[in-house]
């Protein structure tokens, strides 16, 4: 797979090669998108008809980068007399600088001609490839070109502006230039993406209502959101080039929403450059101690569009809250049931679990009490619409059987769900992590109820709820033989028997008995499950078991943050030292930034991490992983109006110290050592 390159600046954000070019593909989203349509998808140079080749790339911002280009192949570099420098920045729109430089002795011409296409694809339309309904059309202007797509009311265009004269036509510009000896020639070039409304009003995606803004005002607000964070000092090499790498990308993964006017948090790139559910709530649960206002906004929108009716193409029920928001036109024209779509059976009691995450670090208590009432509603679905069979259990089953989701838990794809010989079960299905989610929520929303809400009766009657939900998964899900819980229950309450790693979220969530926490941290970091570089989505023994399939046997490292949390809980102090261990190596082979998954693969048979070759990167919730895997090692936990610090640092990280860090108490810091002397200062 050829590498990409990417900038981006909340929702919109471009995809290139490593020459900056942009060439059609309907299977993968490179190119220009904006709120989930490709505004650009050809974006192509040549010189005196040659395609370029990459000296260098600067990427070292998320916003802007810079390519060093020279015409012809490799072997005719030396004696290249003309290079191109590609300059471009991403702040709502996009803007390029072209450089042509003269390195030989006497005035040269040259032909340089840029390749402009929009095919406004849907990015549905692209994972799912389909024919549009709309039309394009282009027009020429003065020193612009215009793109143009209408649909009905639906009118998307982008427009292409330079600042140097040239020969524009329907698919490009072409400059003739005459450049001096060793002297330069420049034009610049403006890209913006336009949104017309239903109305008709124009809309641009730069800023949710009008104008673009620069790199150094998008510098000045990711810096400013990174000076709040706590200063991270350590002998850890990697682990300081990850904390780091994580606030950049969550600053740049934040998005102006373009119909609800705040910022949110996307979940990743390319594929989900918006706002989830899930995903926004354990982003949230992991930066919580770090940055806890970026969290108020992802309340108020979750709580804001929380389900009020029965809607079976958009699988929403009352006080379910949302799995997914797309602008694009699949979803304005109900192609898909993303405006919003409520397929998801654990995103309703991980917002109550937030919920009170966020008021524990913070003490703000007045957010909890303006959303007392949905956090109830969330509370009755778990015992209501989302018990479909009446058993105590939270169970899902898509309404939409022609584009909702079958599966609608966290490993979301057809076949993450599966027996221990391969066999998928029937809907509906009880997942365990989803009982333990469930169990962690009454014990929460009862400790509200009780200190927020003056309801001590409810307060109780949650408590009751939670004893007796534990006692019924620990006797339904409890495999005695293999001494693990079920994946699964079927629609039958037949045990789903396989092995994976959705045991750690149980620990989490704290529904484990604790006779039998240690047997489920055996099989974590046992050869089946723990690769040596994290724990595997599903044990490598299973009928199922593919190192590179997505839900079946990758490492998330997401997933790997919740288990060593998980551990932490239950006391297995240097067990989740462990996984964080495996992690923050892992993060050296990728730059610092964890990727949304990587291959599953033993240790033993690679000295890196093999990449997944589809995954997301930057994903908010990897970019979160770093600052739990923080959390854990130092061991804060807010108790009242303190911060317990409990540190255990794995052996050979040397000193992890994080200063000022935020909270009901003001800013405290917190340091901790390992006992064996640092060997991590170039990685290991």
């Known amino acids: 797979m050829k590498q990409l390159i990417s900038i981006l600046d909340g929702s919109t954000f471009l995809v290139s090669d490593r020459r900056g070019d942009v060439e059609p593909s309907e299977d993968f989203p490179t190119g220009l998108f904006s709120f989930d349509t490709r505004f650009l998808s050809t974006w192509l140079l040549t010189l005196d008809g040659k395609r370029l080749h990459a000296l260098s790339v600067d990427d070292a911002r998320s916003y802007r980068t810079r390519y060093f280009l020279t015409p012809g192949e490799p072997s005719h570099y030396l004696d290249a007399k003309v290079s191109v420098i590609r300059s471009r920045a991403i702040g709502g729109s996009f803007d ?60 998307r265009e982008t427009v292409v502006q330079t600042s140097a004269p040239g020969t524009i036509d329907t698919s490009g510009m072409t400059f003739r230039v005459c450049v001096p000896p060793h002297g330069e020639w420049t034009t610049r070039l403006h890209v913006a993406t336009v949104v017309y409304g239903a109305r008709g009003e124009d809309t641009r995606t730069t800023l949710p209502y009008a104008g673009s803004r620069s790199p150094s005002a998008i510098e000045t607000e990711q810096n400013e959101l ?106 304005g024209f109900e192609e898909q049931p993303h405006s919003p779509y409520y397929g998801a059976a654990d995103s309703t009691p991980l917002f109550v679990i937030l919920l009170d995450e966020y008021e524990r670090w913070t003490g703000d208590t007045e957010l909890v009490m303006k959303l007392e009432s949905n956090a109830r509603a969330a509370l009755a ?119 994976s790693s959705n045991l750690g979220h149980l620990l989490w969530s704290g529904i484990v008995d604790e006779s039998r926490a240690g047997r489920l941290v055996q099989h974590l970091l046992g050869p089946r499950l723990f690769s040596g570089w994290g724990v595997r989505t599903l044990a490598d023994d299973q009928g199922r078991y593919n190192p590179i399939g997505y839900h079946v046997g990758t490492v998330w490292p997401f997933d790997n943050s919740i288990i060593a949390w998980g551990l932490w809980k239950y006391g297995f102090r240097e067990e989740a030292g462990r996984i964080c261990d495996a992690m923050i190596a892992a993060s050296r082979f990728f730059g610092g930034r964890l990727p949304e998954a990587f291959a599953g693969y033993d240790r033993s048979l690679t000295e890196y991490p093999v990449q997944y070759p589809t995954a997301c990167s930057p994903q908010a919730w990897s970019a979160g992983t770093p600052l739990l895997m923080i959390r854990v090692i130092l061991g804060l936990e807010p108790k009242g109006e303190h911060l317990i610090i409990d540190p255990h640092v794995p052996d050979g990280m040397g000193r992890v110290e994080l200063l000022d860090i935020p909270g009901r108490w003001g800013r405290v810091d917190a340091l901790g050592r390992s006992r064996a002397p640092s060997d991590f200062s170039h990685g290991r």
């Open 96 to 155: 390029e600088e072209l450089t042509v430089l003269n390195h030989a002795g006497k005035e040269e011409e040259f032909t340089l001609r840029l390749d402009v296409g929009a095919d406004f694809a849907d990015l549905f339309e692209i994972k799912n490839v389909s024919r549009k309904h709309g039309h394009t059309t282009a027009a020429v202007g003065d020193n612009e070109l215009r793109l143009i797509y209408r649909r009905e009311a639906f009118h």
């Open 226 to 331: 990174i000076e709040r964070a706590p200063k991270l000092g350590c002998d850890c090499e990697p682990l300081a080039g990850a904390y780091r790498r994580s606030l950049d990308d969550l600053a740049a993964l934040r998005y102006e929403s373009i119909a609800l006017g705040v910022r949110l948090m996307a979940a990743g790139l390319p594929w989900f450059m918006t706002l989830f559910g899930r995903d926004s709530i354990f982003t949230s649960l992991q930066a919580v101690p770090f940055l806890p206002e970026l969290l108020p906004s992802t309340i108020m929108i979750l709580a804001g569009l929380q389900g009020h009716r029965l809607d079976d193409f958009r699988d929403e029920e009352p006080g379910k809250i949302l799995h997914e928001l797309r602008y694009g036109e699949t979803a």
């Open 381 to 499: 679905w778990i015992d209501t619409y989302g018990d479909l069979l009446g058993t105590g259990y939270v169970w899902y089953q898509t309404r939409n059987q022609k584009t909702g989701l079958e599966n609608q838990c966290w490993k979301d794809s057809w076949d993450a769900i599966s027996y221990r010989d391969g066999r998928l079960p029937g809907f509906p299905r009880a997942t365990c992590e989803h009982q333990g989610y469930a169990y962690d929520a009454k014990l929460r929303g009862a400790r509200l109820a009780r200190t927020c809400w003056n309801d001590p009766a409810y307060a109780d009657q949650l408590e009751r709820e939670a004893a007796e939900l534990k006692n019924r998964f620990n006797r339904d899900f409890w495999l005695p033989e293999k001494e693990y819980y079920a994946l699964a229950l079927d629609a039958d309450g037949r045990q789903v028997d396989a092995l």
